[in-house]
């Protein structure tokens, strides 16, 4: 028992107490989430577009608009992030989180566009003709009409998507931005313990995943009542 | 006030309109009927361009319809329209179901429009319901609020789309006398419906559709009393 507790203390102080290795995951924590929320704002207005121009009558645009879901989508978000370093914003003096905020914006657009596209589709037609029918115009219609019975199939779905987006962000060490993974990958090196660093860095996403789902929970009961 | 001309519309392959050619007069209460896939719904829906007609052309208070798609949205205005699914927006109190395209539209002041719908509230049988949300009311209280609402744009023709259709048998006469009112005010009604004393009472003309075409058509004595026609014979044989 003495030697179990011994060992959970030695790794407690190793990985967290010792160098104030404890502001490495912090830091981490602070990039992680600083991170997932940019890309979130820009995946929302790049999925919002996006499915409006899916939704809209010109072609070219829903042409283009499929073109870059089905190509987001079907490429692993690391090569995407990995490529828009490199490629696009590698050459220039961009701080990486702006780089990896905007890959994964990009990334996180796609899928938020068919996450509103689907709440706006799921709107019954009857309401877009009755809006048609009294005068309004296609555009007037969505914005008094469809879009704001939309939201409340959409924000359930997209608070979803912003937990998933948090753990995508995990990957971000790719291009050595120091997220939380990254902070337990550099602890571990330090330390040359496997398993504490990666366990922290575990509760702590499930910590905030958990907080996210609580809030989210809540948010779906509001929009319910109002039914 | 519309007059229709040689209006065809296919869905693909299937020829739902195959020239249908009528005029409906100020003041005149037209009630269209026929067998389900005769062609009525998308006959009245062309009217206001809810459903774009293959070929023809759409005569409203002379304006050619269909060469001034780029004005649909003032000329929708002056049609109103009523749903068999009622189509009230769910997210708005039945006041503001009522008052949003006055207000939107026509830029009224929200006192005005809100004074405006509490008539017709009040004409419609609702004085009392300006502050529920739609999903608190019965089928027939639904129908009535999405007949004011229409009402509510001083159209100066109102098109029914079997307003009586998605209802309970209880509650069919109270949306008819509504209709019935109307009609007596003088209102121009095109009405699809499957309510034969209805037509019979309240219509001014009765259109017998089939085939994607106006088969017969006449005032309600002659037609219902004394069909020329065997199909419409047969139909009103079935129905009646």
């Known amino acids: 028992m003495n030697s179990i507790m011994k060992l959970l203390s030695d790794a407690i102080f190793y990985n967290l107490i010792r160098e104030q290795r404890y502001m490495q995951f912090l830091d981490g924590l602070g990039i992680s989430l600083q991170l997932t929320f940019y890309s979130a704002i820009l995946g929302t207005v790049i999925g919002l577009f996006l499915a409006l121009a899916k939704l809209g009558r010109i072609k070219w645009l829903e042409r283009l608009a499929t073109l870059y879901v089905d190509i987001i989508r079907g490429t692993p978000v690391v090569v995407q992030l990995v490529l828009i370093y490199y490629a696009i914003l590698g050459s220039s003096s961009f701080p990486k989180i702006v780089v990896a905020s905007i890959a994964f914006g990009i990334n996180s657009g796609a899928y938020v566009c068919e996450l509103i596209r689907a709440g706006i589709m799921a709107v019954d037609k009857g309401q877009m003709e009755a809006a048609r029918s009294l ?93 | 006030m519309i007059e229709v001309v040689n209006l065809h519309k296919y869905f693909g392959q299937l020829q739902v309109l195959t020239g249908v050619n009528t005029k409906i007069e100020k003041q005149e209460v037209v009630c269209v009927i026929g067998a389900s896939g005769s062609g009525k719904s998308t006959f009245l829906r062309c009217l206001n361009l809810l459903e774009e007609p293959t070929a023809g052309e759409i005569y409203i208070d002379g304006i050619a319809v269909m060469e001034h798609r780029k004005d649909i949205n003032q000329l929708r205005q002056k049609v109103g329209m009523v749903f068999q699914q009622f189509n009230l927006f769910p997210h708005m109190t039945v006041m503001e179901n009522i008052t949003l395209a006055p207000i939107k539209l026509k830029k009224m002041a929200r006192s005005e429009a809100e004074k405006r719908a509490i008539e017709l509230l009040d004409k419609v049988g609702l004085p009392d319901k300006n502050n529920e949300y739609p999903n608190r009311l019965s089928g027939g209280q639904k129908q009535r609020v999405a007949i004011a609402r229409a009402l509510a744009m001083d159209p100066e023709i109102m098109l029914f789309d079997e307003p009586t259709s998605a209802l309970d048998p209880e509650m069919v006469g109270e949306v008819l006398n509504v209709m019935k009112q109307l009609a007596h005010e003088g209102m121009t009604m095109v009405v699809v419906t499957h309510e034969m004393g209805f037509a019979r009472e309240v219509g001014d003309r009765i259109m017998f559709m089939d085939e994607g075409i106006i088969f017969e058509e006449g005032p309600p004595q002659q037609l219902f009393k004394n069909p020329q026609k065997q199909r419409t014979k047969e139909f009103l044989g079935k129905v009646l």
Request: no cysteine; aromatic share 12%.
């Open chain 1, 135 to 227: 005068g309004f115009s296609y555009s007037h219609s969505m914005i008094y009409i469809i879009i704001p019975q939309a939201i409340k199939n959409i924000l359930p779905a997209l608070g979803n998507e912003f937990i998933v987006l948090l753990k995508e962000t995990a990957i971000a060490g790719y291009i050595a931005l120091d997220d939380l993974t990254r902070a337990g990958n550099i602890v571990r090196g330090r330390t040359f313990d496997a398993y504490t660093p990666f366990i922290l860095v575990a509760i702590i996403y499930l910590y905030i995943t958990t907080i996210l789902s609580w809030m989210m929970n809540k948010l779906e009961r509001r929009l319910r009542e109002s039914d």
